[in-house]
Antibody, heavy 122, light 107 residues
Framework: QVALRESGPALVKATQTLTLTCSLSGSSLSTNGMSVSWIRQTPGKALEWLARIDWDDDKYYAPSLKTRLTISTESSKNQVLLTLTNMDAVDTGTYFC??????????????WGQGTLVTVSS | SYKLTQPPSVSVSPGQTARIPCSGDELGDKYVSWYQQKPGQSPLLVIYQDSKRPSGIPERFSGSNSGNTATLTISGTQALDEADYYCQAWDSSTYVVFGGGTKLTVL
C-alpha cells in the first residue's frame, strides 16, 4: 500500500528558498506509471496544485508559479523534492504530496501525505 | 485560466440526501474528481472520473457530471460525512484546478 510523508522546515523567512521532501513507501518512483504531485492548502483552505513529476522524469508546473518551482527526485532514497524560491507571506500554508493517477485528460490524487505546515515570516 | 465554482456551504439533515454542485465552463466535457477533508486530516478521494468510487468509499457517495455542472451526491447522509468537499478537474492550460470547497453541515 502506497504511503507518502512530507518533511521540511516549519518556518522560512521571506525571500528565502523552501525545500520540501516527500518520502514514498510501498512503491518505487521508478515504477512505470508512478507520478507524484505537490499540492498546497492556504490558511483559507483553498487547494492549489503546484507540480508533478512522472516515473520517466517528465515534469509539469502550475503556470502561475512555474518560474519559482523546481520538482525533482532522489531515486536512491525514493523521494520527491520541491523547491520554491523567493518565499512570500502568501506562500504560507500546508504542503501535501500525493500519488497522482495520470490518464488521458485527467489527473487525480490518492493517497495524500499528512501534509507539512510552512509559515513564512518577514 | 479555467475555474471551478462551489457554494461555500451546504446543510443537510441526517438521513437526507446532500447534493454539492461544482460549476465550470463546459465542465461536462472534463473528468471531475471529489475529495473529502475533515478537520486536521488530509483530503481523501471519494469520487474520480465523474462517478467512480475508490475502494473503501461507501456506496452512499455518488457523482454525476453534465453540461456546466458536476454534482457530488451523498445519500442517507450521516454525521460522520460532515466535512469540506472539493471538486477537481484537469484542464489543458492550467493542468489541475480545484474548486474553492464546500463545507457540508449535517444538522
Amino acid at each position: 500500500q502506497v504511503a507518502l510523508r512530507e518533511s521540511g522546515p516549519a518556518l522560512v523567512k521571506a525571500t528565502q528558498t523552501l525545500t520540501l521532501t516527500c518520502s514514498l513507501s510501498g512503491s518505487s518512483l521508478s515504477t512505470n506509471g508512478m507520478s507524484v504531485s505537490w499540492i498546497r492548502q492556504t490558511p483559507g483552505k483553498a487547494l492549489e496544485w503546484l507540480a508533478r513529476i512522472d516515473w520517466d522524469d517528465d515534469k509539469y508546473y502550475a503556470p502561475s508559479l512555474k518560474t519559482r518551482l523546481t520538482i525533482s527526485t532522489e531515486s536512491s532514497k525514493n523521494q520527491v523534492l520541491l523547491t520554491l524560491t523567493n518565499m512570500d507571506a502568501v506562500d504560507t500554508g500546508t504542503y501535501f504530496c500525493a500519488r497522482t493517477t495520470v490518464v488521458t485528460n485527467d489527473n487525480y490524487f490518492d493517497p495524500w501525505g499528512q501534509g507539512t505546515l510552512v509559515t513564512v515570516s518577514s | 485560466s479555467y475555474k471551478l465554482t462551489q457554494p461555500p456551504s451546504v446543510s443537510v439533515s441526517p438521513g437526507q440526501t446532500a447534493r454539492i454542485p461544482c460549476s465550470g465552463d463546459e465542465l461536462g466535457d472534463k473528468y471531475v474528481s471529489w475529495y473529502q477533508q475533515k478537520p486536521g486530516q488530509s483530503p481523501l478521494l471519494v469520487i474520480y472520473q465523474d462517478s467512480k468510487r475508490p475502494s473503501g468509499i461507501p456506496e452512499r457517495f455518488s457523482g454525476s457530471n453534465s453540461g456546466n455542472t458536476a454534482t457530488l451526491t451523498i445519500s442517507g447522509t450521516q454525521a460522520l460525512d460532515e466535512a469540506d468537499y472539493y471538486c477537481q478537474a484537469w484542464d489543458s492550460s492550467t493542468y489541475v484546478v480545484f474548486g474553492g470547497g464546500t463545507k457540508l453541515t449535517v444538522l
